[in-house]
């Protein structure tokens, strides 16, 4: 309006300092209505006139004396965003407002967050990450002051999306396991959820790309269990952990490659009655196991090669009339001393007590011979703590027929049990780089009428004992 009413009245424009930042240079007429100047005699119609006079932005109505008349702008509230616009439960909510004043005035900003339509009572641009969670739905009121007027507006609404779970890691363990080993998939943290959502979840293990059931606990957040029977050398066992919240599920893996199986080989006296129990103890074990192409007494280091084994186990029992070829005790002498594994049964010492064409074998003999037994019945006692007797009690009697060695431990080797009648009846030695374990027990002989369950081979304690000298000679 103008200052003084009836006096003649224009636009002029403001001085810079109220000008809006980024206004340049004004051109054309500075009159909202009525373009141009205006001069008006008629009071009547200047007072008329003067009701409808606006000036544009950066332009005030003055009269004549100088006087410049009041009038405001009122603010304009140009944008309100909110931020991230994905906005989870743990975020804190960031408001960006953009507003205006075409005089210039410096503005105050207010801000009234509502979360579900309940004010959160936050005078903040900031809405706190605890003020809101996964579902709430957000809006912000904001009201813009220049000292004369107000403007309010209100963001578009926003609401708290779902936050997937969290798994930090997957394990597979024992750490160096190898196929004697239980595998255990675990999670090392327990899996969580921003959201605090019910989780729940799956394991799935393949071996070697195929998808097996776990035969032991199966609990995704308390571990999964492979036994270790369901375990190859050279398998390649992956543990996939799927965990959902109910709205999205995330996957984590961990896999392992064992390491190859040991391979073990049976030079036999026979390679039938008790033989195929021992490589079943053996393969149970995780041991891979060949038999010889011949029985012991034609073995030559040649049927087979001894040079792809880890260990020997050489049953020399039924095969008692002959002395292994010349060629053959020196492959196995040689195979010990490179830090190869043997196990020996009688009738070595007896061989070599009795044959001088077993002189070569005598080096690697644990037992010395005084006499021989046969027997239905055994009892053994544990006399010195080794891994190789860790796992048999420390009184045991064998039920089946194991004709024996009556002799003690030889210069060198230590007796790590006794049988009542065979004195000394298992026994260690390390020659070379190798490791031997000898046994009073003369593997199949004396089975020959046997019934299978009184086959020494077939004794639980006495396999117990061989699979873990096997292991024991290859630590
Ligand atoms: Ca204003
Ligand atoms: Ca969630
Ligand atoms: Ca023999």
Known sequence: MCPTPGARCRCVEKPARFQRVGATQRTGPNILRYGGFIFWKNPMTVLLALSFLACKDGFSIEDTQGNTASENSAPVIERISLSPELALTADSIVATVVSSDADGDSLTTTYAWSVDGQAAGTDSDTLAADLSAKGQKLTLQVTVGDGTESVSDTSEPLIIANTLPVIQSVRIG??????????????????????QDE??????????????SALGADQVFAGDTILA???????????RVTISDGEAQVT??????????????????????GTPGLVQALENAGLNVTLSDTDEISFTGKNPSLTNFDAVVHLNGTTYTGVMTESGQQALVNFVNAGGGYLHTEWNAYEVAANTNAATLASIQTLSRVSGSEALGHDYSVITAHPVVANV??????????????????????????????GDAVAVMEVGAGRIVGFAHAANYQNEDSDPSEYCLADPNLLQLMVDSVYWTLE
């Open 174 to 195: 024992p750490p160096g396991a190898t196929n004697r080993d239980d595998l255990f998939c675990s999670l090392p943290t327990p899996p969580s959820d921003a959201d």
């Open 393 to 422: 009690p420390t009184n045991f009697s064998t039920t089946g027929y194991c004709g024996g060695n009556i002799g003690v431990a030889v210069k060198g080797a230590t007796a790590l049990a006794t049988e009542a009648i065979f």
């Open 199 to 212: 989780l729940t979840g799956t394991i799935v293990w393949t071996q070697n790309g195929i998808e097996v």
């Open 229 to 239: 029977l369901q375990t190859e050398g050279d398998d390649v066992w992956s543990c």
């Open 252 to 273: 984590q893996s961990a896999e392992v490659t064992l390491p190859p199986s040991l391979e073990v080989l049976i030079i036999w006296d026979n390679a039938g009655l």
